[in-house]
């Protein structure tokens, strides 16, 4: 079996202490033998400031965002944060990125969303040196970055951490395929990922090897229909979101639901060997929505018994100079 992490729910605003709360829940992932742990970035925890505390409480666990997005972070502030956790967890941090959803963007931080895989790519453009090699001078049509005269390395952040990305779309995962070391995915199931991702990713890498972390609903249960009903409503957001919606299509799927892992233990284990022959070279479960604790606590004890563990980190992808060569060139200023 591939690597298995958890995606863990963030606290509740009414509950106990939101830090203690993860670095209690983190310790039951580590203790059930799961190979990494996961926060995604909304409102409330930042993830990556939880995550340099976890990991600072509890060893072996890989450490990773899924995903932080990039629109409300400047590349200089973003790497400073991510080196920062970086050297907090002894080099266990696995960055993964996203341009979010234009709802988000647009309604709730009033800011722009054209041109996501430009906006990626330029901010990788300067975002990648500064985690490298500490500095950066970039000018490009959706942002500036400039540490001239200026060290932004933090001592103790080697090697840099993986860098994923959130990508569905062609565009997009060609980009992550070119510049990054792989993608994590929401909701996309075993045909999407053998007919659509790892295909995709793989021609923008040239055929190097790139990570594809498979994120789904997963539940053990001796009561698949009504986990199912109760997924179906929980997951009821992602129907009409666009970039899902054309995924969980691709899926031949009519629901998010549809897509979740639901069923005993045996079953739970076909689905996962399926994604991995899909091409996943990791999954991330997200019980959130869809377990009740009984079915929590037997979904992660089973996931850390077929889990393998995180082999080494893999070599970071190399930004070369042509590439830096061909963002800068993309990102020549022009008249709006």
Excluded: K
Excluded at 6 to 21: K, R, Y
């Amino acid at each position: 079996m591939i690597p298995l992490g958890l995606a863990l729910e963030l606290p509740a605003a009414d509950g106990p202490n939101a830090v203690d709360d993860l670095v209690t829940r983190a310790r039951v992932v580590a203790d059930a033998g799961l190979a990494s742990l996961w926060l995604g970035q909304v409102y409330t925890v930042d993830a990556l400031t939880a995550l340099a505390l976890i990991g600072r409480e509890v060893p072996r666990l890989a450490l990773g965002t899924a995903v932080t997005t990039i629109h409300s972070r400047h590349p200089i502030a973003m790497s400073s944060q991510v080196q920062t956790t970086q050297a907090a967890v002894d080099g266990r941090l696995w960055l993964g990125l996203g341009v979010g959803h234009r709802a988000a963007v647009e309604q709730r931080h009033g800011l722009r969303f054209d041109r996501p895989v430009r906006r990626m790519r330029e901010y990788l453009a300067a975002l990648r040196p500064l985690l490298e090699s500490g500095t950066v001078t970039f000018r490009g049509q959706e942002m500036t970055a400039d540490t001239s005269g200026w060290s932004a390395r933090v001592a103790g952040a080697t090697p840099p951490p993986p860098l994923l990305l959130a990508a569905l779309g062609p565009a997009m995962l060609r980009l992550c395929g070119e510049l990054t070391d792989g993608t994590i995915t929401w909701l996309a199931g075993p045909r999407t990922l053998a007919e659509h991702i790892v295909p995709t990713l793989s021609a923008g890498a040239g055929g190097q090897h790139r990570e594809v972390i498979a994120g789904l609903p997963i539940c053990v249960t001796d009561a698949p229909d009504e986990v199912r009903a109760r997924a179906a409503t929980n997951l009821a957001f992602f129907d009409s979101v666009p970039s899902y919606r054309t995924i969980l299509d691709r899926e031949g799927a009519r629901t998010a639901a549809d897509v979740a892992i639901i069923g005993d233990e045996r079953h739970v284990e076909r689905e996962l060997t399926r994604l991995a022959d899909a091409g996943a070279t990791q999954v991330i479960a997200n019980l959130s929505g869809v377990t009740t604790p009984e079915e929590h606590a037997r979904t992660i004890t089973l996931l850390g018994a077929l889990s393998t563990h995180l082999a080494p980190r893999p070599p970071h992808t190399a930004f070369r100079p042509s590439r830096l060569a061909e963002a800068r060139s993309a990102a020549r200023p022009h008249v709006r």
